[in-house]
């Protein structure tokens, strides 16, 4: 069975720097992987998809890269601002989604 | 683009009593729908795929009898929970997926979840 991990679990930064959040999954056969955000008490946004087939995507200031060998992905964020503030999923797609733990993101104004 | 309405955002109801829940793909056709569950700083997890017109397909360790999915139309999944209990207060959040743009991944829509608080 597909299982996903996030490191690190909670991350806190002060305004302006660049930081990664990491996904790993133990099955390379996916169909796609996503990241997402949550903000308290809310549903699910989603942020960059990245085909099986390709390396990296970019929105803004995000970035995010896929290593499907290696089952692994990571997520960049440029110039962190405090509304960056939020937890992070990466999910994974085969048949379903398979989510990550989750990154609680802190940016410190 | 699409979008899946999920309803009650919040719920609070007493312990005994049922409660459901219910995902609305809007404007498309959603033959296959998901439940998942969040419990305070946990990651979502998967309760069960709801396919129209069959039975739900549950995952291990969730009670079918308790959580009862229905998907009796192309754009509606119902969630019931029985019984209810306080240990069942968690974030319940569907996503449907729209077949209509094949099988690319990139077609799966969450709705915007329901909190249920059992007292």
């Known amino acids: 069975k597909q299982e996903v991990t996030q490191i690190p679990a909670a991350l806190s930064v002060p305004e302006g720097e660049n930081l990664v959040l990491n996904c790993s999954f133990t099955d390379s056969a996916i169909y796609n992987l996503q990241w997402f955000r949550q903000d308290p008490g809310k549903g699910l946004t989603s942020l960059l998809l990245i085909q099986s087939s390709q390396r990296e995507q970019t929105s803004g200031r995000l970035n995010a890269s896929l290593d499907k060998s290696s089952g692994r992905s990571t997520l960049y964020i440029a110039a962190s601002q405090p509304g960056d503030s939020a937890t992070y999923l990466c999910a994974v797609t085969g048949n379903q989604f398979y989510f990550g733990t989750g990154t609680s993101l802190t940016v410190i104004p | 683009g699409a979008v899946v309405s999920q309803h009650p955002s919040w719920v609070i109801c007493k312990s005994g009593t049922s409660v459901k829940i219910e995902c609305r793909s809007l404007?498309?056709?959603?033959?296959?729908m998901f439940w998942y569950r969040q419990f305070p700083k946990q990651s979502l997890m998967l309760m069960a795929t709801s396919n129209e017109g069959s039975k739900a397909t549950y995952e291990q360790g969730v009670e079918k009898d308790k959580f009862l999915i229905n998907h009796a139309s192309l754009t509606l999944s119902t969630l019931t929970v029985t019984s209810a209990h306080p240990e069942d207060s968690s974030f319940y959040i569907c996503s449907a997926r729209d077949w209509g743009q094949g099988f690319s991944g990139n077609t799966i829509y969450f709705g915007e979840g329901s909190w249920l608080t059992v007292v």
């Open positions: 404007d498309f056709q959603a033959t296959t």
